[in-house]
């Protein structure tokens, strides 16, 4: 089994103690009245854990008037401060001491502005331990057979500490390495190239070892590779049916290029032999580092250990399921950064589980796309921007 999977202990367990108790929830998706008060308890723990720790904070609290009152309920969510996704492009804020941040990340690629976000132990094992839940619930942790990898993600170099990057490498401990490649080769320069013939030789490569393959990452870079196979005319190949794709990161910056999940899907399908059933994307962010990953039927379904909101671009108020509006997301796992709600720039609607039928409890949402137009460039951004030769 996966070390992630290991117990791990918040900074103070009489104060934080409903955090504790909802993070230690091992099904991912359990949800039901109990959750829910559980999670109501714990954001009140969160609040009053960063309000003390954190000026910013305990400023946004009071201004908000949440602060006169804790969370009563569920239905009283939407009484929750956010902070902006792009705050933290911005500003460093903390609620330890700095000499309590085991890892240091950031949003973005080469250029742009930057998210910087500190992890302190409890919320680096904690995040982990999530995504380690999400895996362990599909039966993805399999150590009975060595993985060839793909990542499409950057290539580790001294001094580079993009979450993307981070995040791929120990997705490596859910099966054991047989080999790992990177899409974005590291140049040995301070920069990273896009290795398009490097990704179709290895997946050629493993298509004859037949050893399964797990690639994680980008997938406006595998796209782009089963393009390059079909312009070199190269027949389809059959990877191991035990293969997994897990994407992440999104388009943006392709969105001239981007095609439909169902058609890359059937691509991959045909091209790499990977059922539908083995191809999944997952959503999630430097800012709030909760994975969202979807389900057999490719919907985004909210884990325990989360909430989600939609807000109106025009009011900010909260909106009811199917309708379009800004994505808030909330969870009191974090205790390193007052980033327990987090509205982000990608405009989402919020749907019933009962919309997708696949048989999971939670909510799910739709990502419909980015609210805007704005400098700030995530990973995938300054990814794409490595096509472009910029």
């Known amino acids: 089994m996966s070390k992630y999977l290991d117990p791990v202990t918040v900074p103070d367990p009489s104060a934080l103690r409903h955090v504790q108790r909802l993070l230690d929830v091992a099904d991912p998706y359990a949800w039901g009245a109990d959750s829910d008060e559980l999670f109501v308890r714990a954001m009140n723990e969160s609040n009053s854990w960063h309000a003390?720790?954190?000026?910013?904070?305990?400023?946004l609290l009071t201004e908000s008037g949440a602060g006169q009152r804790p969370l009563a309920s569920i239905d009283e969510l939407p009484r929750q401060p956010f902070v902006h996704a792009n705050f933290?492009?911005?500003?460093?804020v903390?609620?330890?001491?700095?000499?309590?941040?085991?890892?240091?990340?950031?949003s973005s690629g080469t250029t742009?502005?930057?998210s910087q976000m500190f992890f302190d132990d409890w919320t680096l094992g904690c995040g982990q331990r999530m995504v380690a839940r999400t895996f362990d619930h599909y039966g993805?942790?399999?150590d009975t057979e060595p993985v060839n990898y793909l990542l499409y993600s950057y290539q580790p170099r001294p001094g580079l500490n993009l979450g993307t990057?981070?995040?791929?490498?120990?997705?490596?401990?859910?099966?054991?390495?047989r080999s790992v490649e990177y899409a974005l080769a590291n140049t040995g320069a301070g920069s990273h190239e896009f290795d398009v013939f490097g990704c179709?030789?290895?997946l050629l490569r493993f298509a004859e070892e037949g050893s399964p393959v797990r690639i994680l990452g980008f997938p406006a870079f595998l796209s782009f590779t089963l393009d390059r196979m079909r312009e070199l005319g190269l027949p389809p190949v059959t990877l191991s049916p035990r293969s997994l794709i897990v994407f992440g990161g999104g388009w943006k910056g392709n969105a001239d290029r981007q095609i439909g999940k169902a058609e890359?899907?059937?691509?991959?399908n045909d091209q790499l032999g990977i059922p539908d059933d083995r191809i999944r994307d997952g959503y999630g962010s430097v800012e709030h580092s909760v994975l969202y990953l979807e389900c057999e039927r490719h919907n985004l379904h909210v884990p325990t250990w989360a909430r989600v909101l939609i807000r109106s671009v025009r009011t900010l108020e909260p909106l009811p399921l199917g309708e379009r509006g800004y994505l808030q997301f909330l969870s009191p796992y974090i205790t390193s950064v007052p980033a327990q709600s987090v509205l982000m720039g990608d405009l989402a609607s919020l749907h019933g589980p009962d919309e997708c039928g696949c048989g999971l409890p939670t909510p799910w949402f739709q990502v419909h796309g980015r609210a805007g137009v704005s400098r700030n460039k995530s990973c995938a951004i300054a990814a794409a921007e490595l096509l472009r030769g910029k």
């Open 52 to 59: 003390a720790r954190s000026p910013f904070f305990a400023s």
């Open 264 to 268: 890359l899907y059937r691509r991959i």
């Open 94 to 106: 903390l609620s330890v001491p700095r000499d309590d941040v085991r890892v240091h990340v950031t």
């Open 140 to 142: 993805w942790i399999d």
């Open 88 to 92: 933290f492009k911005m500003h460093e």
């Open 200 to 202: 179709v030789r290895a």
């Open 112 to 114: 742009g502005q930057k």
């Open 165 to 177: 990057s981070f995040t791929d490498e120990y997705l490596c401990d859910f099966a054991p390495v």
